[in-house]
């Protein structure tokens, strides 16, 4: 038994009743991932410095305050797209090792305004591309419930020190399934909000008009209490949503009863693993039971937004990553003849094949002569999609399904296949393009594997989410569950 | 073969006298700035950062175009222009390209006294880039160094269509549509320093054809002069490759100064792509009615109209006119002496002579000149009520601006009123004939330039303060060659 087998509302109790201290609670959160990260590759580095500092800061305000914070004192993990001041932020990429940003990103400052304490800098796929971790610049993390394979993408650090119990909670980023993917994978919860509820201020942006900052938890309600400290407008991100946070704690104790919960045809009637689908069906019981009414609906664009989503985010991140240029960020090379050989040397050598390969399927994309047939073209399906979950919102509260049609699969399995790596988030895409708010919640495990259920919710609808998820996961009951070698 | 015809088209940048840069909050002056100090997170384009839009800089851009006679659409968004050089730290260009901010103005223009119109394709909005230090020669330096101080600041590109049809004109719609941006008071017009700056596009037709030639565009002239230069050296250029049976290649040229030529710079096949795209870091702009119609009943006046309506109310000549409203701080100097009582010819002559030239070598703005407009009209008055010399009120001016002091209160300090009491008068008179009898008698055996020293020893023996015409009168009558 750890400390860090507790849920944050349970720590909070500890913390508050001096049962322990949040310098205590850090230090064990280190201790661990000093002795088990050597297996996982969860963390790029740790802070040990800046957690003691912030730990400290926590306890006096734990003993001076009426009421802190419920994260004052918690230990978090960032994912290392999220600039922190001061400390290494690479993006999972070799292009930026040695980047200290001089600036807190906004989720990143609102944590630390909270007391959460940063135990650390998470790893993720290369500029959050990937959905297995195993584009990291620097190292893949592995899956804590089986060592042969992948945590899931791209936020698989986050995913992985969580379940592994080596941070309370983390953040992750969610472009096309970056936190959900690897929170099903790796058996813990994992919110994506809607486009705009979170600030993306200081994200290393993969895909400006589809990142969202994303936490991931062992529980709903720690999920939930992550989440309404980040969201909320913030006036250096044009593109957060003015609209004030509705009450998210309130949601998870309201139940599902009297919900309509549509099943989309398009995400279980192929290619679901049976140990997916008998998890997802056991979850459908239990809604029922709980007293929600289910229904099939359909969202006929789901085939093309893949398609769709494989144009628009490359074309972002060709631009995105056109910074990377070797003479602001990297080792840059002076010896190059030319500026534009500076510039070819220095990109081929600080990004990995998958970042190259989506930097030239975007410039391709953007090009004259093809951006109608393309990119214009993308967007147009970007809207279909978008008003099919319109649609099927003015019939239903929320969505449900698989997250993934697989559990997490083997390290290397679909490295040599890009098609089929990208095929692993066909599920969980279509709520990027569409903007709207999803989470993972596990619902049990196949093969001694876990299995995630997706919930999206509308625009906004971010309590709703966390209202089926939390029904979910009481019915679940399997957050205590530890993975083999990481309990104790 | 028929004559050729040159069609010109200018494209015009102008940075935006904003307090903060385009998408961040530094400061939009950035020159005699120690080097990147002027940055944060945002301009520098630092991974994770992102731009806000400057609403300031949104509001002079409609308003150049409602003074350009642009329409406004309601709804216009921001696009990247993607490239890569080391003075773009973000590896594009957050600007506008197929929704901007206004479409289809026009600017009047005079040429030799004739008015002319061009069109006005668009006004849009961008960033500016940052600078760079070569150590040496471009091609040849070991390193550059990158400043990004400039980099953000609010750009204003002014598209105008191909409607000029010689070199000559080109300057000409240039000096007007500078002189209405300093009207609008949204640019500074420093073409030196490059807070103004213009590329042009040129192609040549035989008269009479309507399709247009293959086009050029020429970049890096920093004046008027090198304008017109470097438009008059490509039709020179482009009618000798016509002329010879050759073909004009579609490129970009560079004018030289040095060796006053253009010289190619990159040619259509080295064109850049540029990939624009929607930014998606910005929403799309919702243009209110109720901003476009409160900017548009905060117009100025239109220049021409200004210089024509001083023109007329004060019979100023043409030139005199066009003086004195180049620039609004001008024109509003000028109307508030002629306010304060100052004959308006003379106001201006004196505003454009003495007070100019004093504010020109202390480098001082005019509106912020230490002879305010009431004084400097209170001197004139007293001059052409001859109250004291021309000559006197120069010299009491310069001091005046010196110390910042009123030239009123200097001349009366120091009792410069002009003395032209006869009894008073006739005394000196009589005195400087008997001090200088052979003037005296060479004028009276009729040497008119003997009358010279004279009236010079009376002003002399008064101290200064004598009236010079009335002293040549009364020199003149008391010589014997009075009445002519
Ligand atoms: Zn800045």
């Not at chain 1, 957690?51 to 006096?60: I, V």
């Not at chain 1, 359909?298 to 893949?306: F, H, K, V």
């Amino acid at each position: 038994m750890s400390l860090l087998d507790l849920s944050i509302s349970e720590l909070g109790r500890g913390l508050r009743a001096r049962e322990f201290s949040s310098v205590e609670l850090a230090g064990e959160a280190l201790g661990r991932a000093e002795s088990l990260d050597g297996r996982l590759g969860s963390f790029l580095r740790t802070t040990p410095e800046l957690a003691l500092e912030q730990a400290r800061a926590a306890d006096r305000r734990l003993a001076d305050e009426a009421d802190p914070p419920a994260l004052c004192g918690i230990p978090i993990g960032h994912k290392d797209v999220l600039c922190t001041r001061g400390v290494e932020t690479t993006a999972g990429s070799r292009i930026l090792e040695g980047f200290r940003p001089p600036y807190d990103a906004t989720v990143v400052a609102r944590l630390a305004r909270d007391g959460a304490v940063v135990v650390g800098k998470m790893n993720c796929d290369e500029f959050a591309m990937g959905s297995s971790n195993e584009n990291s610049g620097f190292q893949p993390t592995v899956n804590p419930w089986d060592e042969e394979r992948v945590p899931g993408g791209s936020s698989g650090g986050s995913a992985a020190a969580v379940a592994a119990r080596l941070t309370v909670a983390a953040l992750g980023t969610d472009t096309g399934g970056s936190v959900r993917l690897p929170a099903s994978f790796c058996g813990v919860v994992g919110v994506k909000p809607s486009y705009g509820r979170v600030s993306r201020y200081g994200v290393i942006a993969f895909a400006s008009s589809l990142d969202q900052v994303g936490p991931l938890a062992k529980t709903v309600e720690d999920a939930q209490l992550v989440l309404s400290c980040i969201a909320g407008p913030d006036r250096r991100d044009s593109t957060t949503s003015p609209a004030p946070v509705s009450d998210l704690a309130g949601a998870l104790r309201e139940g599902v009863r009297g919900l309509r919960l549509g099943i989309p045809r398009e995400y279980v009637e192929a290619g679901l693993e049976d140990g997916i689908k008998a998890v997802f069906e056991s979850a459908c019981r239990w809604l029922e039971a709980e007293g929600a009414e289910l229904v099939e609906v359909s969202l006929p664009s789901t085939e093309y937004a893949l398609a769709a989503y494989y144009v628009i985010a490359p074309a972002e991140v060709s631009s995105n990553l056109a910074r990377m240029d070797g003479i602001r960020f990297g080792p840059g090379e002076p010896q190059a003849p030319s500026l534009l050989e500076a510039y070819e040397l220095a990109r081929n050598r600080g990004f990995g094949p998958e970042v190259r390969r989506r930097v030239a399927l975007g410039t391709f994309v953007l090009s004259s002569g093809y951006y109608d047939a393309y990119y214009l073209r993308a967007q147009k399906v970007r809207t279909l999609v978008a008003q099919d979950f319109s649609r099927v919102f003015e019939r239903v509260d929320a969505l449900i399904s698989p997250t993934a049609p697989t559990p997490a699969f083997r390290l290397g399995e679909r490295t040599h296949d890009p098609l089929a790596m990208y095929a692993t988030d066909a599920l969980t895409l279509p709520a990027n393009l569409a903007g709207i708010s999803g989470l993972s919640v596990p619902a049990g495990f196949t093969a001694g594997l876990p299995v995630g259920v997706q919930v999206l919710g509308p625009y906004l609808g971010e309590a709703m989410c966390l209202r089926v998820g939390a029904a979910v996961e009481r019915a679940a009951d399997v957050w205590r569950r530890v993975p083999a070698g990481f309990d104790g | 073969m028929a004559e050729l015809q040159a069609v010109i088209g200018l494209e015009v940048h102008a940075q935006l006298l904003t307090r903060s840069k385009m998408f961040c909050g530094c400061r939009a002056e950035y020159l005699g700035l120690p080097p990147n100090s002027n940055t944060c997170p945002t301009c520098l384009g630092l991974p994770g950062a992102l731009p806000v839009i400057n609403r300031r800089a949104v509001e002079m851009t409609i308003q150049t175009a409602l003074a350009l006679g642009c329409r406004i659409p309601e709804f216009s968004k921001f696009d990247r222009k993607n490239y890569f050089y080391p003075d773009l730290p973000k590896g594009y260009q957050i600007s506008q390209y197929d929704l901007p901010l206004s479409l289809g103005g026009h600017l009047e223009f005079e040429v030799d006294g004739e008015r002319r119109s061009c069109g006005i394709t668009r006004v849009h909005l961008e960033e500016d880039a940052g600078t760079l230090h070569h150590a040496g020669e471009i091609h040849t330096a070991k390193f550059s160094l990158v400043d990004l101080n400039r980099a953000g600041v609010p750009l204003m590109e002014i598209v105008g269509e191909p409607d000029l049809r010689s070199p000559r004109e080109a300057p000409q719609y240039l000096r007007a549509l500078r002189q209405l941006l300093l009207h609008l008071g949204v640019n500074d017009g420093n073409m030196e320093q490059g807070s103004l700056r213009c590329d042009a596009n040129i192609s040549l037709r035989p008269r009479g054809q309507r399709e247009l030639g293959v086009k050029v565009e020429v970049k890096n002239m920093n004046s008027f002069r090198s304008l017109e230069a470097a438009l008059e050296f490509e039709v020179r250029r482009q009618s000798a490759v016509i002329e010879s049976g050759g073909t004009v290649h579609q490129e970009t040229r560079g004018w030289s100064e040095v060796e006053q030529a253009t010289v190619s710079q990159r040619s259509k096949e080295e064109a850049q792509d540029y990939r624009y795209f929607p930014e998606p870091d910005l929403p799309p702009l919702q243009v209110s009615r109720d901003l476009v119609e409160r900017l548009r009943g905060a117009l100025p006046e239109p220049p021409l109209r200004l210089r024509d309506r001083l023109r007329d109310q004060h019979q100023l000549g043409e030139e005199q006119a066009a003086l004195i409203t180049e620039r609004p701080q001008d024109a509003a100097y000028f109307e508030a002496m002629v306010a304060a009582g100052a004959p308006p010819r003379s106001a201006a002559n004196w505003q454009l002579g003495p007070l100019q030239a004093l504010c020109k070598d202390a480098k001082l703005d005019i509106e912020h000149s230490p002879v305010p407009a009431v004084e400097l009209a209170a001197l004139v008055r007293m001059v052409e009520a001859g109250e004291v010399s021309g000559t006197t009120g120069r010299e009491v001016l310069v001091e005046a601006f010196a110390m910042g002091r009123s030239p009123v209160d200097l001349i009366r300090e120091r009792g410069l009123i002009q003395v032209s009491d006869a009894a008073q008068m006739q005394a000196w008179v009589d005195g400087a004939i008997l001090q200088l009898p052979k003037a005296a008698a060479d004028f009276r055996s009729g040497n008119d330039r003997a009358l010279g020293p004279l009236v010079g020893a009376v002003r002399k023996a008064s101290g200064g303060v004598a009236n010079p015409d009335l002293a040549s009168r009364l020199l003149r009558e008391r010589l014997g060659r009075g009445g002519g």
